[in-house]
């Protein structure tokens, strides 16, 4: 029994050990293109809304690539904007568009998020307003008859705190997040997609990937135009959408080889699944 | 405790390695709950350090991100949905557990107890979907969205209901047969049978299940979170959505950076707390029916 033990213990000592030999064997930021092929590792950090996506791209990238390691970081669009700017992260994330002190980096936008009003399907409103909606949203508006609707009370969806499609709701309207009352709160997409299926008064926001699949697929649910443009992907990656915002890849002027090479292939069509199955937009290039 | 002394059957002491091991199995049992709690401590104390711990009391509003810090609606939500769940789910549990142990012929109460234990084994997630997609909508008619207290607190009385059915009913058929067959020979019904003499000989097997449900109630997430409305605000009916300590963590964690993160550890320390309460609650009743 003892020996078994010990054999045990050698064993994981050793394959310890193992694990940070060939950790510290592979080399910082080689950044090199050699005969085989890339290799090297990339650090990307930064928004939390991209990294999930960030992940499924690099771990595609390193089947593709066996030498390369991309290490993955979320810790918000700033984040990301300042890893970038002082070369601890190869690649930062930004879920928004560069502003005007930020020229020193370049943005690579690698798709887009949009976030659209979903209203139960049996709901004879087609459109609302941007001052419907925050009247809705800050409970000045209480019932459906009041935006051209039937005699129905509503029923305020919103997102929990924190949540990226929350901050692109509020910030397209304006709205501070307590000037808020809701009469639900839910965490992802699908359970708000869910929340308004079951409730025919409901109102609420949600990713347009998201709700343009289930609508496919047969929820009852009716995606609401804002600001006159229809919810579709396709004005999404077009960018007449108002209520959406680019997800970026931000370096520096000059990024190294490996990083490019990244770049290109998250821009690139084969990753367009991926994109798709994180509920964002691919642009078209 | 008597130690076996050396003898020649047996070729080491084996009281002394048992002892020893079971030492040791105890020690690291205790100690698990003295890391976690220390753990929560150390990660909300930035929270603690820069708050203070009045405002989780006194704030107007949970709004983390802009500087409201309130916890009081949560820590009611989470009393008032798992004391709930327990009141439902109590009386039917320990009376299922009657039904199978005395009144039910041999074969149903089999069958009975394998639905039971399929019960038990459901996971939350299914719970919380079937009450999304089935419940809350019939209970949108009394008003509201139908994500409320009622519609958590119905559903987490669903997923605890086994667990003191379960606990109950083998507490039920460990009561000595002698006792059983007494009342029986003492001309007693069935009825104040199961009453007067196995209910009260099995009283500590049902109040162990008891309380393990209400645990289970008070740390459920998934279910309660897709149910709820998590609305961080004190419910005014029953039919008002509410957020619970758990729903609040699983809502905002996966999102939290720094000290939104610390605030969430907050989160989990008072939900410890209002674990240690109930824990203590339950002590005093039955030391004073002890006495």
């Known amino acids: ?285 | 405790m008597t130690l076996s002394c050396r003898n020649i059957s047996f070729p080491f002491n084996a009281d002394r390695w048992l002892t020893r091991l079971t030492r040791l199995s105890a020690c690291v049992s205790a100690a698990i709950v003295l890391l976690v709690i220390t753990f929560l401590l150390l990660e909300s104390w930035p929270a603690f350090r820069t708050i203070g711990v009045s405002r989780f009391i006194t704030d107007e509003s949970w709004h983390p991100l802009s500087d409201r810090f309130c916890l009081v609606p949560m820590i009611t939500a989470t009393a008032l949905t798992s004391g709930g769940a327990v009141i439902f789910a109590a009386p039917l549990g320990v009376c299922s557990a009657v039904f199978s142990q005395f009144y039910a012929p041999p074969r149903i109460a089999a069958w009975h107890r394998r639905l039971v234990e399929l019960l038990a084994g459901i996971p939350s997630v299914v719970f919380g979907l079937w009450g999304l997609v089935i419940l809350v909508p019939l209970l949108a008619h009394l008003g509201g969205s139908g994500q409320s207290l009622l519609a958590a607190t119905l559903v987490l009385a669903l997923m605890i209901m086994p667990t003191v059915a379960l606990t109950s009913s083998s507490a039920l058929s460990s009561v000595p047969a002698e006792l059983i067959r007494g009342g029986a020979a003492l001309g007693m019904k069935r009825w104040s049978i199961v009453w007067q003499i196995a209910i009260p000989a099995a009283r500590s097997g049902i109040n162990t299940g008891v309380m393990l449900a209400t645990a289970r109630a008070v740390g459920e997430t998934m279910a309660v979170l897709m149910l709820a409305g998590n609305v961080p605000e004190m419910p005014s009916a029953i039919v008002s959505p509410v957020r619970t300590l758990t729903a609040n963590i699983a809502l905002e964690m996966g999102y939290a950076t720094a000290e939104h993160r610390s605030l969430l550890f907050v989160s989990g320390l008072m939900l410890m707390g209002v674990v240690s309460a109930g824990v203590l609650i339950a002590e005093l009743v039955r030391g004073r029916r002890h006495v």
Not at chain 1, 207 to 214: H, K, L, M, Q, Y
């Open chain 1, 1 to 285: 029994m003892r020996q078994l033990v010990y054999v045990v213990f050698t064993a994981m000592l050793l394959s310890v050990a193992a694990g940070c030999g060939t950790d510290r064997s592979t080399p910082d930021k080689v950044n090199a293109v050699n005969a085989a092929g890339l290799s090297g590792k990339l650090t990307v950090t930064g928004s939390s809304t991209i990294a999930p996506l960030a992940m499924e791209l690099a771990k595609r990238f390193e089947q593709l690539h066996p030498g390369v390691r991309i290490d993955v970081q979320s810790g918000g669009s700033g984040k990301g904007i300042s890893d970038a700017r002082s070369g601890i992260a190869d690649i930062g994330m930004a879920s928004r568009a560069l502003k005007d002190g930020e020229s020193d980096l370049t943005a690579h936008q690698i798709a887009a998020d949009g976030v659209c009003l979903i209203v139960h399907k049996s709901n004879p409103v087609i459109q609302l307003s941007d001052k419907q909606v925050i009247a809705i949203y800050t409970d000045q508006l209480n019932n459906w008859i009041d935006a051209g609707g039937t005699d129905l009370p509503i029923a305020v969806v919103h997102k929990a705190e924190g949540r990226a499609t929350l901050e692109v709701f509020l910030s397209y309207l304006e709205l501070e997040n307590p000037a808020v009352k809701a009469d639900v709160i839910v965490g992802d997409n699908q359970h708000g997609v869910k929340t308004v299926a079951g409730a025919e008064g409901a109102i609420g926001y949600v990713s347009i990937g998201t709700a343009e699949a289930d609508a496919l697929a047969g929820e009852p649910i009716k995606l609401l135009p804002v600001g006159g443009v229809a919810a579709t992907t396709a004005n999404v990656a077009s960018g007449e959408f108002p209520m959406s915002r680019p997800l970026n890849f931000v370096t520096g002027r000059s990024p190294g080889a490996l990083a490019t090479a990244f770049i290109d292939f998250c821009q690139s069509e084969e990753v367009h699944d991926l994109i798709v199955s994180q509920y964002f937009v691919p642009v078209q290039r």
